[in-house]
């Protein structure tokens, strides 16, 4: 982050701006907005300023800005015409450790003005970091459609209600009731106007929550979410759901770090990934840990890169979770085939060349790869391995041995659907030799068939390198 997004509380609290146009206007009116006692130094004022004078919304000194103007300030801004004295404002803010915001130029401001979605008690501030003002306006825009002036009642509402709900429950449970409390029927009532019925709704609820937190011990559950091939923006809206609700996540190493700054901030976190010959911790240890948290009542979160069903051993985890009584729930992900192939532009079907695709794991074991070998060289079919990184050269031989054109195309993509992707397009004969040379780490996937061929046309994602056989 270039800022620390924080909500400073200047309500009866002393703030400068220094300048007399139409942009000092505008962050005066802002900082009266939220309570701050304003100050404003300039020789001259504008229509608006000077209008705000006269009302009593703000006092005035109507002279230039000279450096000891800052003591006894808890903010100043920066708001003239002229580069000099912004400077000068800026250089005698920071020396006075006050913080200082100088309009139209990040590089000297210690806080920026975000744009705000005003719904109060509920703010949102969304920022560029003074990189792209328009961006922020923009974004600020949506999100004034998105959120209803209700929202604004519903947080004053449960504000009202919060000494009661701390009260009676701890903080683990009050979460809880909390999250459950804004899945209901409760913020309907209360943005509809029905406040009492909500207060009735919430006293049931919270009575409930007591009893269930005093009497009971309470089981928790697992969610099992396919974290998608690395691009955040490929997780379903459900998994956001429950990612934003979770106490613990179990996450393997092809899970993002895009996608774990998704999770829950205040959320354990629990690195339980994998790799060839090296096992952080065994599948047996993960089922275990999944149902001792679950049994501590914790709602557990185990995030798997591409789909939990697909090479990601999610049924074993299940079958640990069903034969102790733990409740549980999938999340399917877009499975790395369908993600990086779709961001490389190669259909895994396609009515001229594949009529069907076949998904294989290509790991070592050792020293050599269990594959059906003839099922993978049939005509008019895709062929997608995972995990062939390793054992790519005895592939490729395998595949050739059994009856696979030397020429047929292929693609080993790295890192799909993120930044980083690149794809390198060879055929089966060349291939080994082209990686070799080409420093390619995992996670990687191979697509093998005709379909490859109409990556040069189809490809849409940039974000990476594309690499071709020379012709």
């Given at each position: 982050?270039?800022?620390?997004?924080?909500?400073?509380?200047?309500?009866?609290?002393?703030?400068?701006?220094?300048?007399?146009?139409?942009?000092?206007?505008?962050?005066?009116?802002?900082?009266?907005?939220?309570?701050?006692?304003?100050?404003?130094?300039?020789?001259?004022l504008c229509a608006e300023l000077a209008t705000a004078v006269d009302a009593g919304e703000l006092a005035v000194c109507a002279r230039n800005f000279v450096a000891a103007d800052v003591a006894g300030f808890r903010l100043v801004v920066a708001a003239t015409d002229d580069a000099a004295i912004n400077?000068?404002?800026?250089?005698?803010?920071?020396?006075?450790?006050?913080?200082?915001n100088v309009v139209d130029d990040p590089a000297r401001c210690t806080f920026i003005f975000p744009s705000i979605v005003d719904r109060s008690p509920l703010l949102v501030a969304v920022s560029t970091s003074g990189a792209a003002p328009v961006l922020a306006r923009s974004l600020r825009a949506r999100l004034e459609t998105l959120i209803p002036a209700g929202y604004g009642r519903l947080a004053e509402f449960?504000?009202?209600?919060?000494?009661?709900?701390?009260?009676?429950?701890?903080?683990?449970?009050?979460?809880?009731?909390?999250?459950?409390?804004?899945?209901?029927?409760?913020?309907?009532?209360?943005?509809?106007?029905?406040?009492?019925?909500?207060?009735?709704?919430?006293?049931?609820?919270?009575?409930?929550?007591?009893?269930?937190?005093?009497?009971?011990?309470?089981?928790?559950?697992v969610s099992l979410i396919g974290a998608g091939p690395g691009d955040p923006d490929?997780?379903?809206?459900?998994?956001?759901?429950?990612?934003?609700?979770?106490?613990?996540?179990?996450?393997?190493?092809?899970?993002?770090?895009?996608?774990?700054?998704?999770?829950?901030?205040?959320?354990?976190?629990?690195?339980?990934?994998?790799?060839?010959?090296?096992?952080?911790?065994?599948?047996?240890?993960?089922?275990?840990?999944?149902?001792?948290?679950?049994?501590?009542?914790k709602h557990v979160v185990r995030l798997k890169g591409g789909d939990p069903f697909i090479f990601g051993r999610g049924g074993e985890e299940i079958a640990t979770l069903a034969a102790h009584g733990i409740a549980f729930q999938v999340v399917p992900g877009i499975t790395a085939a369908n993600g990086c192939a779709a961001y490389a532009g190669i259909p895994l079907t396609h009515r001229d060349h594949a009529h069907s695709v076949l998904f294989v794991a290509g790991h070592l074991r050792n020293g050599t790869v269990d594959i059906d070998w003839p099922a993978l060289v049939r005509p008019a079919?895709?062929?997608?391995?995972?995990?062939?990184?390793?054992?790519?050269?005895?592939?490729?031989?395998?595949?050739?041995?059994?009856?696979?054109?030397?020429?047929?195309?292929?693609?080993?993509?790295?890192?799909?659907?993120?930044?980083?992707?690149?794809?390198l397009i060879d055929t089966l004969q060349n291939l080994p030799t082209r990686v070799t040379g080409s420093e390619v780490h995992a996670p990687t996937l191979l697509i093998i068939g005709e379909v490859v061929g109409l990556h040069r046309q189809l490809a849409w994602f940039r974000g990476g390198r594309d690499e071709w056989a020379q012709d």
């Open positions: 982050m270039d800022f620390l997004p924080i909500f400073l509380d200047i309500r009866a609290r002393d703030c400068l701006v220094v300048g007399g146009g139409a942009v000092a206007a505008r962050k005066a009116a802002l900082l009266r907005r939220a309570g701050g006692k304003v100050t404003v130094i300039a020789p001259e400077h000068e404002v800026a250089a005698a803010a920071d020396a006075a450790s006050v913080p200082v449960l504000r009202r209600m919060r000494p009661e709900v701390k009260t009676k429950l701890a903080v683990g449970a009050r979460r809880r009731f909390y999250e459950d409390l804004l899945e209901g029927s409760i913020p309907e009532l209360v943005m509809s106007g029905r406040e009492d019925d909500a207060a009735a709704a919430l006293q049931r609820d919270l009575q409930a929550a007591v009893d269930e937190s005093t009497h009971s011990s309470r089981i928790g559950q490929l997780l379903t809206f459900r998994a956001l759901r429950l990612m934003q609700r979770a106490d613990v996540v179990l996450y393997d190493r092809l899970v993002s770090s895009s996608i774990l700054d998704l999770v829950r901030r205040d959320a354990t976190r629990i690195y339980v990934g994998k790799k060839r010959d090296y096992h952080t911790v065994r599948q047996e240890e993960i089922n275990e840990l999944l149902v001792s948290l679950a049994r501590e009542g079919q895709t062929v997608v391995i995972y995990m062939g990184l390793s054992a790519l050269e005895l592939i490729c031989q395998e595949l050739i041995r059994h009856g696979a054109r030397a020429d047929m195309p292929v693609a080993l993509i790295e890192q799909g659907t993120r930044p980083s992707q690149r794809v």
